[in-house]
C-alpha cells in the first residue's frame, strides 16, 4: 500500500525556520513527483510547491517563494520542505501528496498524506 | 495563476436527494493535444487529509461510489452526487492541473438538509 507519512511540524517563533520530511512507502517514490499543498484552519487548499521525480525541477508558489526550499532523497524514499523566516500566515497544516506519472509535475494528487501542523506563535 | 472558483460555498442536500457543485476556471483547462480536461475533484472529511474523486474531469477514481460523477469541459464543470449518503458530508474542492501553481477552488460544504 502506499503511504506518505509527514513529520516535523511543531511550533515555531516568527522569523524561525522548520523542516518538514515526507516518508514514502510502497511505490517507487523516483518515479513521481511530489507536492506540498497546506491549509490554514478552517481554510481551503493552498499550494506550497512541487519537485520532479528525479528533482531537477522545482515551483514555489507566490507567497513561500525566497522562504521555503523544497527537496527529495530519492535514496531515501522522502521529501523535505525546508522553511525559514516563518510568519503567522504560514500557519497550517501541510501535506505532501504524490501527483499521477506522466507530465514534469505530474497530474492529479492521488495519495495524500495525513498532514503536519505547523503553528507560529511568539 | 489559473483561478478556479466554485460554486455554491455551502450546499444543503436532503439525503436521497442529488447535490450538483460547479467549478469554473479562469481559462481553459483542456490541452488541445490529447483533448483532455486537466481537472480533478476532491473529498475532505473533517479531520482528514483530501480523497481524490474524479480526474480528467469524469474519471472516477478506483473505489469512488458511482454515485459521484463528474462533467464539463473547457473552463465549465460539474461534481455530481446523485444520492447524497450520510457519509458524503464533506468539503469538496476541484482542482486544475493545466499548469503550476496547481490551483484549487475555495471549496463546497454539503452537509444534510
Known amino acids: 500500500d502506499v503511504q506518505l507519512v509527514e513529520s516535523g511540524g511543531g511550533l515555531v517563533q516568527p522569523g524561525g525556520s522548520l523542516r518538514l520530511s515526507c516518508a514514502a512507502a510502497g511505490f517507487t517514490f523516483s518515479d513521481y513527483a511530489m507536492h506540498w499543498v497546506r491549509q490554514a484552519p478552517g481554510m481551503g487548499l493552498e499550494y506550497v510547491s512541487v519537485i520532479s521525480n528525479n528533482g531537477g525541477r522545482t ?3 507566490q507567497s513561500v517563494k525566497g522562504r521555503f526550499t ?6 531515501k524514499n522522502t521529501l523535505y520542505l525546508q522553511m525559514d523566516s516563518l510568519t503567522p500566515e504560514d500557519m497550517a497544516m501541510y501535506y505532501c501528496a504524490r501527483a499521477e506519472r506522466g507530465y514534469t509535475y505530474g497530474s ?15 | 495563476d489559473i483561478v478556479m ?4 460555498d455551502s450546499l444543503p442536500v436532503s439525503l436521497g436527494e442529488r447535490a450538483t457543485i460547479n467549478c469554473k476556471s479562469s481559462q481553459s483547462v483542456l490541452f488541445s493535444s490529447d483533448n483532455k480536461n486537466y481537472l480533478a475533484w476532491y473529498q475532505q472529511k473533517p479531520g482528514q487529509p483530501p480523497k481524490l474523486l474524479i480526474y480528467w474531469a469524469s474519471t472516477r477514481e478506483s473505489g469512488v461510489p458511482d454515485r459521484f460523477s463528474g462533467s464539463g469541459s473547457g473552463t465549465d464543470f460539474t461534481l455530481t452526487i446523485s444520492s447524497l449518503q450520510p457519509e458524503d458530508v464533506a468539503v469538496y474542492y476541484c482542482q486544475q492541473y493545466y499548469n503550476t501553481p496547481r490551483t484549487f477552488g475555495q471549496g463546497t460544504k454539503v452537509e444534510i438538509k
Open chain 1, 59 to 61: 515551483n514555489y508558489a
Open chain 1, 70 to 75: 523544497i527537496s527529495r532523497d530519492n535514496s
Open chain 1, 108 to 122: 492529479h494528487f492521488d495519495y495524500w498524506g495525513q498532514g503536519a501542523l505547523v503553528t507560529v506563535s511568539p
Open chain 2, 5 to 8: 472558483t466554485q460554486s455554491p
